[in-house]
């Protein structure tokens, strides 16, 4: 998987690299949805920071959200807290198709 971070307008450390790398990759063991590429931006609006994460999946899942919070770290949490609500979600939908289609060719 291709990850890119990066900084409007803003330095990003290494330990904050590192910290959203192994959170990504946790997310992809835990889901196992083979994402090809993630792109995580972090700007500073006024007095908080804003994490924006998009993940492309190989099923062909476009998934966006975004995190607010004072704190850089936080910001970036709130919005891997969404990213995993929205992969759950897309794996409960593929899960049921294919029990659908398993019930169907049974029949």
């Known amino acids: 998987m291709d990850i890119q971070i990066s900084g409007k307008q803003l330095k990003i450390g290494k330990s904050l690299t ?3 790398k192994n959170q990504l990759d946790l997310i992809n063991k835990k889901y196992l949805l083979r994402p090809t590429y ?4 972090f700007t500073k609006e006024n ?3 804003r994490c924006e994460t998009l993940l492309h999946l190989s099923s062909g899942l476009t998934a966006r959200c975004s995190g ?6 936080y910001s970036y949490q709130k919005s891997i807290l969404r990213l995993e ?3 759950r979600r ?3 939908r593929l899960r049921s198709h294919h029990l ?3 019930k169907l060719n049974t029949d």
């Open 90 to 92: 897309h794996k409960r």
């Open 85 to 87: 609500k929205i992969l």
């Open 38 to 41: 993630a792109n995580i931006t």
């Open 47 to 49: 007095n908080q920071f």
């Open 18 to 20: 590192d910290y959203a």
């Open 100 to 102: 659908i289609d398993k």
């Open 68 to 73: 607010k919070a004072r704190e850089i770290y």
